[in-house]
């Protein structure tokens, strides 16, 4: 049996971040302005970063996957977890599974991988990889009826699971058949919402969830903080208010592509340069960079209004 070392007070305590990952201008990983992004996120009062499809890990070579890992695990405080993401090739995930040996991260996620695959196979890949990583790692649930509630339940029963993102978009997310069978075989401390500040609301107040990802809590760390402790505060109203100042550029990940747009949106925010987007992703164009530029102004401002608030 593994044993996680993130419990389900840690998951609770922090909106979970999802960075970008900035590269410069040659496509290189930039040590520099990865450092000033988890500096801002971590100044915000974040403690929780992972790094998977905003941070486009699904791209990564496996031949810059350990010095990616070591500039994480180096520009990240103390008390900050850093979770990063393997596969979402059965064969890629076991070879970064021995890279992972040499580091201290509390788990890894493993992407989702749709084409190619099937729920049994998934379902024996993760315990594969958990026997080859020696420990339990965070179960990405994105596309609907992916893997079998029972089967979800046999893999958390088994200690292979450290938590489960949950990221199933729905029309109405009040609304999930899915995920009430999934959380009534297995504990909900453990289950986080995975679709950012839009249903968090929804998730924590009328599920039950443990905690939420973000993408935007990278633009306003602050302002997401705020957020969760509101819920936690059954502050609804204020947590609502919250939510809505997220909207303008959520709506605009929606309709443009939300990858893209968060990795400009840290630039456009002025919090670090983070480069051209890793192809198989294309850049955008000026009429979505000036939206963006307008969406992160608004929000920015919102946040620096509650920072002067609590001061």
């Known amino acids: 049996m593994w044993t996680s070392a993130i419990t389900p007070e840690l998951i609770a305590n922090s909106v979970i971040a999802v960075p970008p990952l900035a590269r410069d201008s040659h496509r290189k990983i930039s040590s520099s302005e990865n450092a ?10 974040v403690s929780t970063l992972l790094y998977g499809g905003n941070a486009v890990f699904y791209h990564l070579r496996l031949s810059e996957f350990a010095n990616v890992l070591s500039m994480l695990a180096q520009s990240a405080a103390p008390n900050t977890w850093i979770v990063p993401s393997v596969g979402p090739t059965y064969g890629i995930m076991m070879d970064q599974a021995d890279v992972l040996k040499d580091f201290d991260f509390p ?15 998934i379902a024996t890949g993760v315990r594969h990889f958990v026997e080859q990583y020696g420990k339990p790692i965070v179960l990405y649930i994105k596309h609907d009826r992916w893997l079998a509630p029972s089967l979800v339940a046999s893999l958390v029963r088994d200690g292979l699971v450290s938590w489960i993102k949950y990221a199933v978009v ?41 905690c939420f990802t973000s993408g935007c809590v990278c633009v306003a760390p602050e302002r997401s903080m705020s957020m969760l402790r509101a819920i936690r505060a059954r502050d609804f109203e204020t947590a609502e208010s919250i939510r809505k100042s997220f909207m303008p550029l959520e709506d605009l990940r929606n309709s443009i592509q939300p990858i893209r747009v968060l990795h400009h949106a840290v630039a456009a925010a002025g919090i670090a340069e983070t480069g051209p987007m890793q192809p198989l992703l294309g850049e955008l164009n000026e009429s979505q960079k000036s939206a963006i530029q307008h969406a992160v102004h608004a929000l920015r401002s919102s946040e620096r209004a509650t920072m002067s608030n609590i001061l």
């Open 170 to 210: 729905r029309d109405d997310q009040s609304v999930d058949p899915y995920l009430r069978e999934i959380m009534s075989v297995v504990p909900a401390n453990i289950m986080v919402s995975g679709i950012g500040e839009q249903p968090a609301i929804i998730h924590l107040r009328d599920f039950e969830v443990g």
């Open 107 to 121: 788990t890894v996620m493993i992407l989702p991988q749709k084409e190619i695959a099937d729920e049994v196979g």
């Open 36 to 45: 000033k992004i988890i500096r801002s996120i971590e100044t915000g009062g």
